[in-house]
């Protein structure tokens, strides 16, 4: 069983959408959830950084995270045409910082 | 320059020869990482370095060698690659002793021949 699972997509979604990303993970060592967005030819991003159970806003971004279930999400509200990415959710843990493989996203007008 | 920038953006090279990858980080951060991303793969940790000493090498083959000169610098150098080596290769740096909050440059794309 792979340490972390993402869906790997492609979404594709009109613009205005609410769209949702998800990871599920196996390991409750697991303490750090990160988002990392990243465009076509680029480095990843850190979009969202959560420590604890709950939410996290920022803006049209909510970052979800649900340890009991092992589950984390990121929503992305009126989605836009720059939104189109690929999207890494990342766990951290003793000593370790382990990514998923990436959902990749296209918001068309 | 600000962030993490890393040279050459583009890389290709044949299998006997011999290149390296930089990569330079104006964060003020301690810790150095390098990452391999391949199509629809995780990324992939190769190497740690905090505060220049070499923290973790995940298994990676001998024909990578990592070079850390001092914090804010880190060089891969490559020799007798592998198709399978092409790949684009991340840099990132973090502050702290366990660092999750990284922050990536934007890679260097290599192909083998």
């Known amino acids: 069983q792979k340490e972390v699972e993402q869906d790997p997509g492609p979404l594709s979604v009109p613009e205005g959408a609410i769209v949702s990303l998800n990871c599920t993970y196996s390991n409750s060592a697991f303490q750090y959830f990160m988002w990392y967005r990243q465009y076509s030819r680029k480095g990843p991003e850190l979009l969202m950084y959560?420590?604890?159970?709950g939410n996290k806003e920022d803006g049209r971004f909510t970052a979800q995270v649900d340890k009991s279930s092992k589950y984390i999400s990121l929503f992305i509200r009126d989605s836009q045409p720059s939104d189109s990415a690929t999207y890494l959710c990342a766990l951290g843990g003793y000593n370790k910082l382990i990514f998923g493989a990436g959902t990749r996203l296209a918001v068309h007008p | 320059e600000t962030g993490v920038t890393q040279t050459p953006r583009h890389l290709v090279m044949g299998m006997t020869n011999k290149k390296s990858l930089k990569c330079e980080q104006h964060l003020g951060h301690n810790a150095m990482y390098w990452y391999k991303q391949s199509a629809k793969k995780p990324l992939e940790l190769m190497f740690v370095y905090n505060f220049k000493e070499q923290t973790e090498n995940n298994s990676v083959p001998s024909r990578f060698s990592p070079e850390c000169p001092n914090s804010s610098h880190l060089f891969l150098h490559l020799h007798t690659l592998q198709p399978e080596d092409s790949a684009l290769y991340l840099c990132?740096?973090?502050?702290?002793?366990?660092?999750?909050?990284?922050?990536f440059g934007p890679g260097t794309r290599l192909t083998v021949l």
């Open positions: 959560t420590y604890s159970s």
């Open positions: 990132a740096s973090s502050q702290g002793d366990v660092g999750y909050e990284q922050f």
